[in-house]
């Protein structure tokens, strides 16, 4: 199966080197890796360049997008400038993050489980940080869910789904409507990346109310909202912003924000939602 890898990478001088020297490791190597260079004004170009000129698979393009780090918008936005350079002829297309180390059989055992099962449309394994001088998991998500830092789709797949929105909680949608669509979704426990940059990290501030607009934009409803608040605040250890997100669900709502997902979807969404909590409940 013929992979793609599209990494956006904004001022990562630090952690890109690690990320592609994992990826040419592979034990099964990718077809294609695109460096999207967003807008970096440190050594992001130069270290990727050192690589470009190396291995004939690797390429980097240049991106003048805006620096605030706006969660959703900023990194999709750079992925499909990285994505409208490759051709069709890929069997699977990854977004990566430029500051995570893959165990150099990440993509031959990805491959795997894509070919075990033609309805498998996503794969991902999952992402530890380092505490302690100890490398831990990540625990943002549930296990089911793969997280935006290192998603793998495949073609029909992300055809089905439309491809990637450009908002916050796009690393959701795309499972949800994939789901919608009648794929799978396989994470794997034995893969583990290191994740060098704990999430949300360089979010600026004034992204605060985004997570409860994208609730609202995923026609979540008022009382999933409230669940996955409390949850997503619990898990990041920061219960205050609970009123944050639900400020935000309801500022979205009365500025009547688009929805990012049909009312079929949208009802196919909150079964699924409301399937997964009385499941846990009980």
Known sequence: M???????????????????????????????????????????????????????????????????????????????????????????????DADLIFPNNYIEKMISHFESNSRIGMVGGFCFIEKNEEWVLENLTNKDHIRGALKAYRKDCFTDIGGLKTAMGWDTIDELLAQYHQWKIKTDESLEVKHLKPTGNTYNPKAKYKQGEAFYRMRYGFWITLIASIKLALLKKRPILIKDYITGFFKAKKEKKTYLISANEGKFVRALRWKKIRKKLL
């Open 2 to 96: 013929k992979v793609y890898i599209v990494i956006p990478a904004h001022n990562e001088e630090r952690f890109i080197a690690k990320t592609l020297d994992s990826l040419v490791s592979q034990t099964l190597l990718p077809q294609k890796i695109v460096v999207v260079n967003d807008n970096s004004n440190d050594n992001t170009e130069t270290i990727v360049t050192s690589y470009t000129e190396k291995y004939n698979f690797i390429t980097q393009i240049k991106t003048s997008a805006s620096e605030l780090h706006l969660p959703g918008s900023k990194v999709i936005n750079a992925f499909y400038n990285g994505y409208e350079t490759l051709d069709q002829d890929y069997d699977i297309i990854c977004k990566f």
